[in-house]
T-cell receptor, first 115, second 114 residues
């Protein structure tokens, strides 16, 4: 079965500091990986996704993530945090139809940005 | 011009009632989903439909019945509501059910059962 682990349910950074949100996946075959963001009382918005085209994926709002097969990781980073980045971030994994084809989410990481 | 829209956004109802949440997507997608986000913000798929055909049906109580009248709509009907049904329900859609496709989510429907 596939699963996703997000290390740290809460991350706090200062404005202008590096953002690093950790995600490790468990999958016996290369998966598709996604990062979504959820602002308070809103739906989920896709930040970026990995579909095997390139290991370094750039997304919206200055975020990027690197797929590292050897570490089974897909950590999300942003060089300089803005106040508007405060939200909850979800890592998700999906495999093909033969594996159920479900988008499975991690538990989420709440990002707090201090001024 | 909302891509995935669901109504109502907020719903407060009593135990035992029957309620429906409607969902429509104007993206021309073939696949639609319902996800549930519990009080701890954990997200889990409930159902998915591809071209009006049910393809994923997680271990959801029979009180939950999805209905897809056409590819653009996937409604969720819940019978005999229980306190534990209180959650945020997200409708979503994707081009088809290929794994690499982006899944687009609606704004959510906050259901509170009292």
């Amino acid at each position: 079965a596939q699963s996703v682990t997000q290390l740290g349910s809460h991350v706090s950074v200062s404005e202008g500091a590096l953002v690093l949100l950790r995600c490790n996946y468990s999958s016996s075959v290369p998966p598709y990986l996604f990062w979504y963001v959820q602002y308070p009382n809103q739906g989920l918005q896709l930040l970026l996704k990995y579909t095997s085209a390139a290991t370094l994926v750039k997304g919206i709002n200055g975020f990027e993530a690197e797929f590292k097969k050897s570490e089974t990781s897909f950590h999300l980073t942003k060089p300089s945090a803005h106040m508007s980045d405060a939200a909850e971030y979800f890592c998700a994994v999906r495999r093909g139809r033969e594996y159920g084809n479900k988008l499975v989410f991690g538990a989420g990481t709440i990002l707090r940005v201090k001024s | 011009d909302t891509a995935v829209s669901q109504t109502p956004k907020y719903l407060v109802t009593q135990m035992g009632n029957d309620k429906s949440i409607k969902c429509e997507q104007n993206l021309g997608h073939d696949t639609m989903y319902w996800y549930k986000q519990d009080s701890k913000k954990f997200l889990k798929i409930m159902f998915s439909y591809n071209n009006k055909e049910l393809i994923i049906n997680e271990t959801v109580p029979n009180r939950f019945s999805p209905k897809s009248p056409d590819k653009a709509h996937l409604n969720l009907h819940i019978n005999s509501l229980e306190l534990g049904d209180s959650a945020v329900y997200f409708c979503a859609s994707s081009q088809d059910d290929s794994s690499g496709n982006t899944i687009y989510f609606g704004e959510g429907s906050w259901l509170t059962v009292v």
